[in-house]
C-alpha cells in the first residue's frame, strides 16, 4: 500500500485591521474583504497540494504565540501595522526558523515614511508587495516553489 504524502502547511498570518478588508480605505486595499481572500488562498493552496491555515489577529501577543506555536513548514505574513514597529514578531519569527515571505497589499514603499519600514524584511526569503490580494497568491506559489526544491 502506497504512504499517502503529508502535505505541506503554510500558515498565513493577517494582521491588525485586515479584517476591515473591503471596508477600509479601498482606495488602497482594494473592495475584496478577509473572509473573500480567505477562500481564495485555501482554494489556490488546494491546487498547489498545500494546506493552508489563515489566522487573523488585531494582536500583537496573539500573532507571536500563533508564530511559535503552530504546526506548519512556511509562513506567509502580513503584518500589517506592525511591520514598523513589532521588535517581538520579528524575534518571534526568527525563533521558530521557519521559511518565511512578507507580504503587504499596498506598496509600503511608495506610502507614508513611517510605512517605508520593516522590522522583518531583512530576515524573511522575500517580499512580495504592491500587488493587491495577488501579493498573497503569488507568494503561495513562491512558498509551493520552496517546499518542492527544498525536499
Not at 22 to 35: A, D, P, V
Not at 78 to 89: D, F, K, M
Amino acid at each position: 500500500m502506497k504512504k499517502k504524502k503529508k502535505k505541506n502547511k503554510v500558515l498565513i498570518i493577517h494582521g491588525p485591521n485586515l479584517h476591515l478588508l473591503g471596508k477600509r480605505e479601498r482606495n488602497i486595499y482594494g473592495r475584496f474583504t478577509l473572509k473573500e481572500l480567505e477562500k481564495e488562498l485555501e482554494e489556490k493552496g488546494k491546487k498547489l497540494g498545500l494546506e493552508v491555515i489563515n489566522f487573523q489577529s488585531n494582536f500583537e501577543g496573539e500573532i507571536v504565540e500563533k508564530i511559535t506555536k503552530a504546526d506548519y513548514d512556511f509562513l506567509i505574513i502580513n503584518p500589517a501595522g506592525y511591520t514598523h514597529t513589532s521588535v517581538a514578531i520579528r524575534d518571534a519569527i526568527l525563533a521558530k526558523e521557519k521559511p518565511t515571505i512578507e507580504v503587504h497589499i499596498s506598496n509600503i514603499f511608495s506610502r507614508e515614511p513611517f510605512r517605508q519600514m520593516s522590522l522583518i524584511s531583512d530576515i524573511v526569503k522575500g517580499i512580495i508587495c504592491g500587488l493587491g490580494k495577488n501579493s498573497y497568491l503569488l507568494a503561495l506559489e513562491a512558498a509551493q516553489a520552496f517546499l518542492r526544491e527544498k525536499r
